[in-house]
């Protein structure tokens, strides 16, 4: 397949593909792009079935460059590969897709289209925008991606991103260049880390919906991985987060009002079990000014956090980086 069979116009982007044990879709993954972006960079990451010498042996002649891995290191050091290599080469818009083929390339235009209007830095795909398409996601995932939806909002700060673990992306050279590449998450969790790094940067991501699109291909991503792993490092991340972002960065109503209600809380909770303790040994009911004592500063602590999580949905970037970078 050349230029001349592919009656799309192409679009101004690279695209990122990481590849493991995905030869037998590669090629067809590859070959529909053709035409469609400036560039394919496809990344293998010691792929025991050789997709990358495929890739080379089909596509030598167009616009496809493999850059090959001497060691399995995870699907985000192989994306992080293709990254700086499209960095260097001076690509605009960096795209990451997977190379199994669940990634449909007509979707292509509706991603990149935030990025070409300026609207956002980052742009990544929401399978559970349209509910009447939800059936045809395998159940494991549809439970695993909506059990991290809301702990991922809470680490990154992207309140109104949903589908955390979807890796069909487009990002701006405004924000890919300011990422701190070599800290980025290098397995799975990748694209949940990405999220946090660009809340960091103070980057603009949007959700585009898509569909999601299935076929026979096998998923290495384990619901027992998402459900013990990812909550622990979301955990950190949120603390870091919050450290970050409202106590080195900057100390204003929403750093006042976490620190406050945790103090209330915290003095509530152990004011009200001491006391419970004492009473439930000596028989003596506690009295209602002692009850008044725990339960108040409980219900002014979870005030002032609710309140902290409203400030922090309101404090969501909105100026794009690509309107304020020197790129």
């Not at 960079?41 to 596509?59: I, K, T």
């Not at 972002?245 to 009200?272: C, E, H, P, W």
């Not at 999580?309 to 309107?323: E, G, I, R, S, T």
Request: glycine share 8%.
């Amino acid at each position: 397949m050349n230029r001349a069979d592919c009656p799309t116009t192409a679009s101004p982007a690279a695209v990122v593909i990481p590849c493991f044990k995905v030869a037998r879709h590669i090629e067809a993954v590859v070959a529909a792009l053709i035409g469609r972006v400036n560039h394919i960079y496809v990344v293998d990451d010691a792929c025991p079935q050789r997709s990358g010498a495929l890739v080379a042996n089909r596509f030598a002649a167009s616009d496809v460059t493999v850059l090959q891995h001497d060691r399995n290191r995870g699907v985000g050091a192989a994306t992080v590969t293709g990254y700086r290599a499209a960095l260097a080469d001076g690509h605009a818009i960096v795209v990451k897709m997977d190379g199994d083929g669940q990634m449909d390339p007509n979707h292509l235009p509706a991603l990149l289209a935030p990025l070409l209007r300026g609207e956002a830095d980052y742009a990544k795909g929401n399978r559970f925008f349209d509910i009447y398409t939800l059936g045809d996601m395998p159940r494991t995932r549809l439970i695993g991606n909506a059990c991290l939806s809301f702990v991922t909002k809470l680490s990154s700060g992207y309140w109104d991103v949903m589908d955390p673990t979807n890796g069909y992306t487009a990002i701006h050279r405004a924000a890919l260049s300011r990422l701190p590449l070599d800290r980025l998450d290098t397995g799975y969790f990748f694209e949940s880390d990405m999220l946090f790094r660009l809340s960091t940067i103070r980057a603009v991501v949007r959700d585009v919906p898509m569909p999601p699109r299935y076929g026979n291909e096998n998923s290495s991503l384990r619901l027992g991985r998402v459900m013990l792993d990812f909550p622990r490092r979301h955990l950190t991340r949120t603390l870091k987060r919050f450290f970050y972002m409202y106590l080195l960065r900057d100390f204003n109503a929403g750093s006042i009002s976490v620190l406050g209600g945790l103090v209330f809380v915290t003095f509530g909770a152990i004011f009200g079990a001491r006391h419970w303790i004492i009473s439930d040994r000596t028989g003596v009911a506690a009295t209602t000014g002692t009850v008044m004592l725990s339960v108040l500063p409980i219900i002014i602590g979870a005030q002032l956090l609710l309140q902290a999580l409203a400030f922090d949905v309101a404090n969501m970037p909105k100026l794009p980086l690509q309107h304020r970078s020197p790129d």
